[in-house]
């Protein structure tokens, strides 16, 4: 009688260590698939802000090979830029796209803002170019008002990739400070123009 019980015993606890063991597995493979399906809604949610961001360039003949022509196809770059080098690239008469984040905004007049947007580690690609490059760009209100009401954390500084995407009509270039990163000084290029459309970027490359 002891020897069956403990049979029913073993048996039953095979059975109780199998039972949890398909669980768990079928509870891995079900957390896997959520998983999947998420990237690939984020996937997508991210090639919709891409092919956004590109029809606006391509609406407003926007410049949009600048951070390839100043890398040299390099992923890194660890010469200071000169201005001269944005001259060629912005001042053609054509407006820039350019990808950042929103790091100030002031009244400029009744009807415009001046709204300063920088690169951040990353803009367009995934280039790394010298800090500190600004565009300083008189803005409508309304234009910004809106954008911002409807993505109110583009106000957010993003950890590497960019916030927005702006095109701009760029007037002129200049050096406004320096500052130095780890002991090599580098110079805040900042740019004045005119925003000519913004985009909701949320951290996305092109």
């Not at 260590?17 to 997508?44: C, I, W």
């Not at 780890?182 to 092109?206: F, M, N, P, S």
Request: charge should be negative; hydrophobic fraction near 45%.
């Amino acid at each position: 009688m002891s020897r069956v019980f403990w049979k029913i015993v073993a048996l039953a606890i095979v059975g109780y260590f199998a039972v949890a063991y398909n669980t768990s597995m079928d509870q891995g493979a079900a957390d896997e698939a959520k998983r999947a399906e998420l990237e690939k809604v984020e996937e997508a949610e991210q090639e919709t802000l891409r092919a956004s961001i590109r029809q606006m360039a391509s609406r407003t003949g926007a410049i949009d090979n600048w951070e390839q022509e100043l890398s040299g196809g390099e992923a890194f770059r660890s010469e200071p830029i000169l201005t001269i080098e944005l001259e060629k690239l912005w001042l053609q008469g054509q407006p820039i796209l350019f990808m950042g984040y929103i790091k100030d905004i002031a009244t400029h007049d009744q009807s415009n803002y001046l709204v300063l947007v920088e690169r951040g580690f990353f803009g367009i690609t995934s280039k790394l170019l010298q800090p500190g490059l600004q565009l300083a760009l008189i803005s409508k209100k309304e234009t910004i008002d809106s954008f911002l009401e409807n993505y109110p954390d583009t106000l957010k500084p993003p950890v590497f990739g960019s916030v927005i995407a702006v095109v701009a009509q760029i007037n002129a270039i200049r050096t406004i400070e320096r500052f130095e990163i780890e002991g090599e000084t580098h110079a805040i290029k900042r740019a004045d123009g005119e925003l000519v459309d913004i985009a909701y970027a949320r951290d996305v490359r092109l």
